[in-house]
């Protein structure tokens, strides 16, 4: 009746068109500040305002409320004021950091994985906020499935508690296209080991043990703000490869904790020190984000049998070697509402040159591909993610026969050999049970899942190599999250993992691995100025 176009802006904005034209044709709209809603069907993050960034556009800054009115006609007025009435009653009653949907509090956290800060509108100056998660599991399993039995683990009850990550966020804004962003996160709630290299003394290594865990400087970076389709950034940043890392806030997974086949042979969260290119191409349904690094390369010496290159990410020491570099693209296409389809690249020439002691590997190459493909789709009624990931290191005989021979004193595995193929795949999907009551409010916001994986560090091994089943798991995971508030989750599952097997059912020739987890996990910004 009259209304052309309805935006919803994440500032909390509502632009009308009415579809009249003042006197010198020019359009007529009218601007709400709505501060009171009590439930979003859905904010359709993939379709912003300016090519991909949200409105206002990057160097207007914050917009005041706008309850003004232009040159309507009566009747148009109380048209509008109705239908806003009606959205209002809706929509609900919280305000923007308190929305009763978890579409919105997911929007956030995949704004915060990129770690892109483009969301000018939600913060003027400065803002401080996290994340962090804890974890209570029930286990009927031992603690090595590698040592000790010929059937794998053993049969075992042991439960164990902890906080596998703690973390704090920052950015400060020194001019709306200057952007500081540090993130610190607590591991295992400890602070690790001191680790150094005395070259002074035969290159032997040091370690003072202080505490189990680790504290370590995610992120610090500084990104200047360009152009939609253009924008740098320096600095320690996220390394957005498969989609744990790319999208590692524990709201954007189902599990009690993070998917467990990328997890064992990818770095996570992977975080390297380097540059990056950003930005967004396209608009509508051709909107693509690309993602384009060059940062610190992995290191051989961490490379072994159980977890392939999960463990070879720098950071040991003051300085990272950079002989050899990394180089990341990421592609994300976002133009259906809903639907996320990215695919990411990982190379390294040569992850020897990157090792602790100059010459370890007698200058032998072993040059690093990593591949992986995700998506994710999510409507009011299901959530849906999957993704894979293929990995290939060259020369992994002669890099497995010089790690066995690592000093004692350094904190790597030895454990050998390293394969030279590596490869994780995984789905899950999720059904909101308020959706299905007709997002009836007296039923709680919750989330039974059921979740596959397949993965094996171990997956192809060069000629002569001899790859150990134990390595090759078949997993389900099913259980229920419970979105107490947008930001807060109560997370409840059941794992049964078949060891030495691919097949998705069935079991495996080891003895099966079973556990009941419970954890909760939040994520949010405490304060905006």
């Known amino acids: 009746n009259g209304i052309d176009e309805i935006r919803f802006y994440k500032s909390n904005h509502l632009l009308i ?48 409320p706008l309850i003004k009115h232009h040159s309507h006609s009566r009747e148009m007025k109380k048209k509008v004021s109705l239908f806003l009435t ?13 929305v009763d949907s978890v579409q919105v509090a997911e929007v956030h956290g995949n704004v915060a994985a990129r770690k892109q800060r483009t969301d000018n509108d939600e913060y003027t100056r400065f803002r401080v906020g996290g994340y962090g998660e804890a974890v ?44 500081l962003s540090a993130e610190i996160e607590f591991e295992a709630g400890g602070t690790g080991s001191a680790m150094e290299l005395e ?34 950034r320096a600095g320690h940043m996220i390394v957005p490869v498969g989609l744990t890392n790319a999208h590692h806030e524990p709201i954007n997974f189902f599990g009690t904790v993070r998917p467990e086949g990328e997890t064992t042979i990818l770095p996570s969260t992977w975080h ?30 961490g490379f072994d049998r159980n977890t392939w290159v999960a463990s070879g990410k720098q950071g040991l020491f003051e300085e990272d070697n950079f002989n050899s570099p990394g180089y990341v693209l990421r592609v994300d296409y976002r133009g259906v509402p809903g639907l996320r389809v990215g695919g990411s690249f990982y190379y390294c020439a040569n992850t020897a040159g990157n090792s602790d002691k100059p010459n370890f590997y007698e200058g032998q190459k072993a040059s690093l591909r990593i591949y992986s493909g995700d998506l994710q789709y999510k409507n009011d009624y299901v959530t849906a993610r999957a993704n894979v990931v293929y990995g290939n290191l060259t020369n992994s005989k002669f890099i497995s026969s010089k790690n066995v021979r690592l000093s004692n004193n350094a904190s790597y595995s030895r454990v050998v050999p390293v ?41 192809k091994g060069e ?42 059912f069935g079991t495996g020739p080891y003895t099966s691995e079973n556990e009941f987890s419970i954890g909760l996990a939040y994520i949010g910004w405490f304060f905006k100025k």
């Open 419 to 459: 394969a030279k193929n590596a490869v994780s795949y995984a789905g899950e999907v999720g059904v909101n049970l308020r959706s299905i009551f007709n997002h009836n409010p007296k039923v709680p916001v919750i989330y039974p899942f059921v979740r596959y994986e397949y993965y094996n560090p171990q997956e």
């Open 86 to 98: 009606a959205l209002c009653c809706a929509v609900g009653a919280v305000s923007a950091s308190e």
């Open 17 to 64: 068109d009415i579809g009249q034209r003042s006197k010198n044709n020019q359009r007529i709209t009218t601007g709400y500040a709505v501060n009171a809603i009590h439930k979003v069907v859905g904010i359709d993050d993939t379709r912003t305002d300016y090519q991909g960034y949200d409105y206002p556009p990057p160097g207007q800054g914050e917009q005041p």
């Open 199 to 232: 070259n002074s003394e035969n290159g032997e290594y040091e370690t003072e043990m202080e505490k189990g865990g680790e504290v370590a400087l995610e992120q610090f970076h500084i990104t200047r703000l360009i152009h939609p389709a253009f924008n740098v």
């Open 463 to 504: 000629a002569g190599q001899t790859m150990d089943l134990r390595n090759k798991v078949s997993m389900w995971v099913a259980g229920l999250n419970w979105f107490a508030l947008p930001n807060l989750v109560v997370k409840a599952d059941y794992t049964t993992r078949q060891i030495g097997t691919g097949k998705m």
């Open 272 to 301: 390297e020190t380097g540059i990056e290119f950003f930005g967004t191409l396209g608009k509508g349904y051709a909107t693509f984000d690309y993602q384009v690094l060059v940062v610190a390369g992995l290191n051989a010496n």
């Open 136 to 179: 209570a599991s029930f286990k009927d399993y031992g603690i090595n499935r590698y040592y000790g039995n010929p059937n794998g683990n053993t049969r075992d009850h042991r439960n164990t508690i902890s906080i596998p990550r703690f973390v704090l966020a920052m950015d400060y804004k020194f001019t709306p296209k200057w952007i």
